[in-house]
């Protein structure tokens, strides 16, 4: 839970405008539900690729680093 210091009161007035839409409702039922699926790997791929597609440019490689004695 939120406390009462943490938010101002613009903030506050926001988020119970928020809470009264019926559509920002739905919308984190869908989330929710969303969330509690599991992808197969094509799912993941997919959802990859459509990701990668958003920002098409090209990462940059780094070089591995070999760390010949790491400890956890």
């Known amino acids: 839970m939120i406390d009462d210091d943490m938010l101002s ?9 928020m ?10 039922r869908i989330l929710k539900a969303a969330s509690r699926r599991s992808l197969n ?17 090209l990462v940059q490689r780094t070089r591995f680093v ?3 004695r790491a400890l956890l």
């Open 9 to 17: 009161e613009e903030e506050r007035r926001e988020m119970l405008e």
């Open 41 to 57: 790997v094509d799912q993941l791929m997919s959802f990859l690729t459509g990701m990668s597609e958003l920002n098409p440019t």
């Open 19 to 28: 809470a009264k839409s019926t559509k920002i409702r739905e919308e984190f």
């Open 66 to 68: 070999a760390y010949p």
